[in-house]
T-cell receptor, first 112, second 116 residues
Framework: KNQVEQSPQSLIILEGKNCTLQ??????????LRWYKQDTGRGPVSLTI?????NTKSNGRYTATLDADTKQSSLHITASQLSDSASYIC???????????FGTGTQLKVEL | DARVTQTPRHKVTEMGQEVTMRCQPI?????VFWYRQTMMQGLELLAY????????DSGMPKDRFSAEMPDATLATLKIQPSEPRDSAVYFC??????????????FGEGSRLTVL
C-alpha cells in the first residue's frame, strides 16, 4: 500500500532558528515528490518538486532533499520567520497511474 | 492572477440538507480534483476529473456524494443528504497534465462545511 509518513507531527521553534521536516514514503513506482505549504485557513501551495534524479533543491530559505534509495525526503527551513508557521505537506506521485499520496503534514509554529 | 475559486467559503447546515460546493478551475487546466481535509485524516481524494471526464471517484461515498463538471469552467460537489461526519474543509485543485507527467496542483481556498 502506498504510504507517506511525516515527522514530527508538530514542531515549535523560535524565530531565526533552523528546522528540518522529514518525509518517508513507500510509494512505488516513484514519479516525483512535492512539498506544499498550507497556511491556516488557506489551500496548500507548492514549495518545491523533487524528481528521481534530484538530490537537493532550494527555494529561498527552503531546501528540499531526496534520497530515492532510502525513500526519504527532508525540508530544511533556514532562519525561520513567523510567516513560516504553517502545515507542511509531503505529496508523492506514482509513475504511470498519476496517483497522489498525501502525508498528514507537519504543523510548524514559529514563535518570538 | 490565475487562481482556483471556490464557493461558498463557509457553510453551516443542518443534518439532512443538501449541500453544493462549486469550483472554478484555472483556465487551461485539464484536471480537477476534489479533496476533503480533516484534522484526523489530512487530505483525502474524493474525485478526479481529466478533460471533464471522471477518472477516479473511489474515495467518495457514492450514496450521498456526487461530483460533476458541467463545463470546463465549473466543477461541483454535492452532498445529499448531509451528515455531521461530513463536516470538514473541502478543497478543489486544478492542474495541467501533459503526457505521463502531471504538474503542480493549484488549490482553492477551500469550503468549510459544518453539518449540525
Amino acid at each position: 500500500k502506498n504510504q507517506v509518513e511525516q515527522s514530527p507531527q508538530s514542531l515549535i521553534i523560535l524565530e531565526g532558528k533552523n528546522c528540518t521536516l522529514q518525509c518517508n514514503y513507500t510509494v512505488s513506482p516513484f514519479s516525483n515528490l512535492r512539498w506544499y505549504k498550507q497556511d491556516t485557513g488557506r489551500g496548500p501551495v507548492s514549495l518545491t518538486i523533487m524528481t528521481f534524479s534530484e538530490n537537493t533543491k532550494s527555494n529561498g530559505r527552503y531546501t528540499a532533499t531526496l534520497d530515492a534509495d532510502t525513500k526519504q525526503s527532508s525540508l530544511h527551513i533556514t532562519a525561520s520567520q513567523l510567516s513560516d508557521s504553517a502545515s507542511y505537506i509531503c505529496v508523492v506521485r506514482t509513475g504511470g497511474g498519476n496517483k497522489l499520496t498525501f502525508g498528514t503534514g507537519t504543523q510548524l509554529k514559529v514563535e518570538l | 492572477d490565475a487562481r482556483v475559486t471556490q464557493t461558498p467559503r463557509h457553510k453551516v447546515t443542518e443534518m439532512g440538507q443538501e449541500v453544493t460546493m462549486r469550483c472554478q478551475p484555472i483556465l487551461g487546466h485539464n484536471t480537477v480534483f476534489w479533496y476533503r481535509q480533516t484534522m484526523m485524516q489530512g487530505l483525502e481524494l474524493l474525485a478526479y476529473f481529466r478533460n471533464r471526464a471522471p477518472l477516479d471517484d473511489s474515495g467518495m461515498p457514492k450514496d450521498r456524494f456526487s461530483a460533476e463538471m458541467p463545463d470546463a469552467t465549473l466543477a461541483t460537489l454535492k452532498i445529499q443528504p448531509s451528515e455531521p461526519r461530513d463536516s470538514a474543509v473541502y478543497f478543489c485543485a486544478s492542474g495541467l497534465v501533459m503526457g505521463v507527467n502531471t504538474g503542480e496542483l493549484f488549490f482553492g481556498e477551500g469550503s468549510r462545511l459544518t453539518v449540525l
